[in-house]
């Protein structure tokens, strides 16, 4: 099943790629290498996660954040590549969670993110990981989160 079925079947629509908040490429391609910058949580250019994780916000807000943002990360990509099948693996996700300085359960919260791209791509999905917590984030973003692919 290629990807567009896939999301399709899941019930998915991508949003609109954002647009770039600063001097920078959203995607760039080198070799077979797709290098996505980090996406927060913005759908058609509004907020839809603000806030700290451990002060106003749980960890099931941060992985419905976390999943927004690799939703972000393949309209980047399909924008990038024109079609998501070029996708041959998901290298890896570093993902970056805004929490109190205590916070210790940034792993939990980037799962809403690797869990839609294992269940989109299957085992292509499977990737290497990072999750981190952060004091802050661009737009008081509850997550960021930046991505490798390889592509055919």
């Excluded at 990038?80 to 300085?101: C, E, H, K, S, Y």
């Excluded at 839609?116 to 290497?128: K, M």
Aim: aromatic share 4%; charged share 15%.
């Amino acid at each position: 099943m290629n990807i567009e079925e896939r999301l399709s079947k899941l019930g998915i629509q991508l949003p609109t790629a954002p647009s770039p908040a600063g001097n920078y490429q959203p995607a760039l391609k080198i070799g077979q290498l797709l290098f996505l910058s980090g996406a927060i949580c913005c759908v058609d250019g509004a907020m839809t996660h603000c806030g700290k994780i451990g002060a106003t916000r749980d960890i099931a807000y941060g992985k419905a954040a976390a999943r927004v943002c690799a939703l972000n990360l393949l309209t980047t990509a399909q924008q990038a590549l024109g079609d998501l099948n070029q996708i041959r693996q998901v290298v890896q996700l570093n993902g970056f969670v805004n929490a109190i300085p205590s916070f210790s359960e940034s792993p939990a919260i980037i799962n809403g993110a690797s869990d839609l791209i294992v269940e989109i791509f299957g085992e292509r999905g499977r990737h290497t990981r990072a999750a981190v917590a952060v004091t802050g984030l661009p737009k008081d973003s509850t997550v960021e989160i930046q991505a490798i692919f390889a592509t055919s």
